[in-house]
Each structure stands twice: as structure tokens, then as C-alpha cells.
């Protein structure tokens, strides 16, 4: 089982360019989860997939869009990414919410010039 | 207060000893707890998660939960180099959504 995998590893975008972050689980879990993970701020949730079909806002929605493409599928779009958006990207997934543990994929190192 | 708090560290260990880390959050109703581990550039990776009051051990670790005094503590027993890391406390609240801390340096002293 590759668990959560999450492409790209880097990718360095230029203020206003458009990108989509793909990340796929194979641990057939119900709900999947998208964090950035920025120096001093700790792990923040920005949006989340309770199950298929169903996506809520987290922390730090503003400026991203998702899409739960399948069970498996979650996929976190930035329409015009701005430098503040620079930062570590995580996926996560677990059984049905959180209650239950996550695990993470391997992150996606965004920068923003 | 903050909602998860967490002492940043470093915390330096001697290999071998017992390490203790710490985890104070702030709403009562909270019913899950999760302990991660995080080298550096890499993803989170889960240790141990508790509900109950009490411990719960798992090999070297033991998480502790107090409701009533909103902490939740994780011990390493025998430590080794390879745990130096930073530690994540993960906090479902009663309104289901996920707070984690930020995080605490912890250095094994070979």
C-alpha cells in the first residue's frame, strides 16, 4: 500500500499563475484533508472532505478551492497564488472524520515569487 | 489561551533516559487526542492516539490523558538518536474539528 501520495513533491509558481495539488489515498478512508504548515504557525487545516461528495472549509480557506474528484481523489487548486501562500502542503486521510487518526502523504514544498 | 499549547523546546535527553513531553489544551469537551512525530522535512507521522483517561502504552511510548486537568502527555522510554524529532499534539474538539500544536523540539544526547 503506498498509503497517501501526493503530487507534486516542489513547484515554484509566479505571483497570479494558477496550480492544482493532487493527492490520492489508498486506504479506502472516508474523509481526506488539505494543511499548510508554515514556520511558527504549526499545522492548519484549510479545507476537508467528510466523505465523497461533501467538502467543508477549514482554518485557512481563503484563496484555494477543492474538489473530492472519488474516494480515493482530493484536490486542492489555487486559482492566483499569492507569495503568502508560499509554504508546506500536507494531504491527510482517515477511517470517518476527526475523530478517527490521519495520515499524512509526503507534502508538497510551494513557492510563490 | 491558546487553544493547544505546547513547550517549543528543545528539550535534550540523555540515549536511554525517559523523555517527557507535554500537551495542554483548552476545550473540555474535547474527546480525542493524537500524538505525531515529525523529522525535519518530512510529513507527520502518527504514534499513538488516546480517548480514555489513563495511559495507553505502545512499545517505548505512553500517552497519558487528564480530562479533568486538559492535559495529555506522552513519554519515550529507552531513547535513541533516532528519536530526536519534533512532536505534534493533535486535539479533536467537541465541535469535530482538529487542532494541532506547534510542535516540540526534542534532542537525544548520544
Known amino acids: 500500500n503506498a498509503g497517501v501520495t501526493q503530487t507534486p513533491k516542489f513547484q515554484v509558481l509566479k505571483t497570479g499563475q494558477s496550480m492544482t495539488l493532487q493527492c490520492a489515498q489508498d486506504?479506502?478512508?472516508?474523509?481526506m484533508y488539505w494543511y499548510r504548515q508554515d514556520p511558527g504557525m504549526g499545522l492548519r487545516l484549510i479545507y476537508y472532505?467528510?466523505?465523497?461528495?461533501?467538502?467543508d472549509k477549514g482554518e485557512v480557506p481563503n484563496g484555494y478551492n477543492v474538489s473530492r474528484l472519488n474516494k480515493r481523489e482530493f484536490s486542492l487548486r489555487l486559482e492566483s497564488a499569492a507569495p503568502s501562500q508560499t509554504s508546506v502542503y500536507f494531504c491527510?486521510?482517515?477511517?470517518?472524520?476527526?475523530?478517527?487518526?490521519?495520515?499524512f502523504g509526503p507534502g508538497t514544498r510551494l513557492t510563490v515569487t | 489561551q491558546k487553544e493547544v499549547e505546547q513547550n517549543s523546546g528543545p528539550l535534550s535527553v540523555p540515549e536511554g533516559a525517559i523523555a517527557s513531553l507535554n500537551c495542554t489544551y483548552s476545550?473540555?469537551?474535547?474527546?480525542?487526542f493524537f500524538w505525531y512525530r515529525q523529522y525535519s522535512g518530512k510529513s507527520p507521522e502518527l504514534i499513538m492516539s488516546?480517548?480514555?483517561?489513563g495511559d495507553k502504552e505502545d512499545g517505548r511510548f505512553t500517552a497519558q490523558l487528564n480530562k479533568a486537568s486538559q492535559y495529555v502527555s506522552l513519554l519515550i522510554r529507552d531513547s535513541q538518536p533516532s528519536d530526536s524529532a519534533t512532536y505534534l499534539c493533535a486535539v479533536n474538539r467537541e465541535d469535530d474539528k482538529i487542532i494541532f500544536g506547534k510542535g516540540t523540539r526534542l534532542h537525544i544526547l548520544p
Open positions: 491527510a486521510s482517515s477511517e470517518s472524520g476527526f475523530s478517527y487518526e490521519q495520515y
Open positions: 476545550d473540555r469537551g474535547s474527546q480525542s
Open positions: 488516546i480517548y480514555s483517561n
Open positions: 486506504m479506502n478512508h472516508n474523509s
Open positions: 472532505s467528510a466523505s465523497e461528495g461533501t467538502t
